[in-house]
């Protein structure tokens, strides 16, 4: 942007002057920085040189509040363009929708949805892209997929997800109106996320007669989804016939097959797929340590998780929240044992997370401190390291009078929740950032 603002001075300074189109070029450069500031200052400049913005820079700046959050002053924008006499487009209302939609607003994203069509606009295949990602980037996928039934209300879909005979039934009937890859991978995530592989089986059954191909997102979002229910053999099968179709497995496959394995409680095929994995040239990641790290402490072999902790460590990668939880709890449940690698990894790791500022909260401190009573009654050097790793409402709290309940209505609002991350996949598909 820098250039592109030299450019624009020496316009200036040569007595040419912006025009509609090159102001709408600035702000939008500056917007898909974030850089909101230089963004509304150009907008500014525009309107002190007697320019009034028209629909294409409306579009822009509703684009630019929606980014910030400001969802009102998005929606009072349009009023205002309409107002002016500037027709709104399904490019004014997406980012609008994408915006309720992702802070899990779906009522006022079907809201925005509706208002879209009173004024005429006919959705695109990319508006439904936004609400369905918007649904399947939910953290509550069960209530996501109840929204998405629905939406036959706003008749988005012709009959529920629950029912899989006629899917061409559940598709937009907007004329000419054809749902794309992104579309139906983003119905697969939330099919595959809530657990209704049946219904995720029907979506690729309809890409199938679409003639739209499998690729490795879409088979990773399966083999996600059948990891999550601890079904190796369905995750196994699909691994087999992505190799079939030619399309090569990458780091997230591997990751989500593991996954599956480690559910199932079968530790030595996660191990054989690991092999296979750097066979094939690829390397574990942080999420694959992480992964195998919750599979051995579900299995109740902390020495195992620690080892692959230490393993993560030397391939020099950071731990993340997950495995820093995932392996103090697996260690702490064997505080019992007389081992010196249990007491010496239970030490290391409270260091550790001191170093990094890492807190617990109050309901996992409190569990925490359950196990060390086994073994450190009247405190010790364990409770001492693990201590270090409390809420500071543990030290508020009155000694022997914390229960299960009192600890949740304790914890700090901005703790770090390590114990959501015992049971949840979400992170496997995640891009690394």
Known sequence: MSKAVDVSREMESCGIKHNSKTYSMLINGFIKLDDFSNAFSIFEDMMKSGLKPDAVIYNIIINAFCKMGNMERALRLVDEMQKKKHRPSSRTFRPIIYGFAACGEMRRALDVFDLMRRLGCIPTV???????????????????????????????LQMSIHTQPSWKDMLPKEAGLKLDVFTYESLLKACCKSGRMQSALAVTREMSSQNIPRTVFIYNILIDGWARRGDVWEASDLVQQMKLDSVLPDIHTYTSFINACCKAGDMQKATKVIEEMESAGIKPNVKTFTTLIRGWSRASLPEKAL??????????????????????????????????????????????????ELTVDMNTAVHWSKCLRKIETAGGELTEALQKTFPPAWNLRKVGTVSDKTGMAGAHKDSIYLSDYSDNDDYILEEDG
């Open 126 to 156: 990319e508006t439904y892209n936004v609400l369905i990602l918007g649904l399947a980037h939910k953290c509550q996928m069960e209530k996501a997929v109840g929204v998405l039934d629905k939406m036959i209300l706003a008749e988005f």
């Open 307 to 356: 080892a692959s902790f230490k393993e993560m460590k030397r391939a020099g990668f950071k731990p993340d929240r997950a495995a820093y939880h995932c392996l103090l709890t697996s260690l702490l449940s064997r505080t019992a044992v007389s081992e010196e690698c249990i007491y010496s990894g239970i030490l290391s790791i409270c260091r550790e997370m001191v170093e990094q």
